[in-house]
């Protein structure tokens, strides 16, 4: 009996400061980086950051026309300094509605160009 006590409960050990690790890392991303490091942390991260053309290829819209509740998807295809194609989705900005064909900025990792930010996020960290 003893043994299997000491078992469950090594491994509930381990499952709690997997738990608190876990929570730890996420209130560091989301409050952190987000909140209290803000847009300093923000423009660190982005300095590198390339700019590039997106072309909108599709769009999507979910909810009644009309409502706060409204949203639309972009469906984005850009290139890297290297020429390879990249597609990735973004949420519309605002109320701002494109059509299929039309263009906007983003600015993208060289690194991993399938993070990035629009124009609009861009320079509101920087300016």
């Not at 050990?13 to 890392?25: H, P, Q, R």
């Not at 053309?53 to 972009?74: F, K, N, P, Q, Y």
Request: aromatic fraction near 14%.
């Amino acid at each position: 009996m003893n043994v299997e006590t000491g078992i469950r409960s090594n491994t509930t050990k381990k499952a709690f400061i997997t738990v608190v690790i876990i929570v730890a890392l996420c209130v560091y991303k989301f409050i952190y980086l987000d909140y209290i490091g803000g847009d300093d942390v923000k423009r660190r991260i982005y300095k590198d950051y390339v700019k590039t053309e997106a072309r909108i290829v599709d769009t999507h819209t979910s909810g009644r026309r009309g409502t706060l509740g409204r949203s639309a998807m972009w469906y984005l295809e850009y290139q890297n300094s290297n020429g390879r194609i990249y597609r990735n989705r973004q949420f519309s900005e605002g109320l701002k509605t494109r059509k299929v064909g039309e263009s906007i900025y983003i600015y993208y990792n060289p690194n991993n160009p399938n993070e990035y930010v629009t124009e609009k996020e861009y320079n509101k960290v920087n300016n």
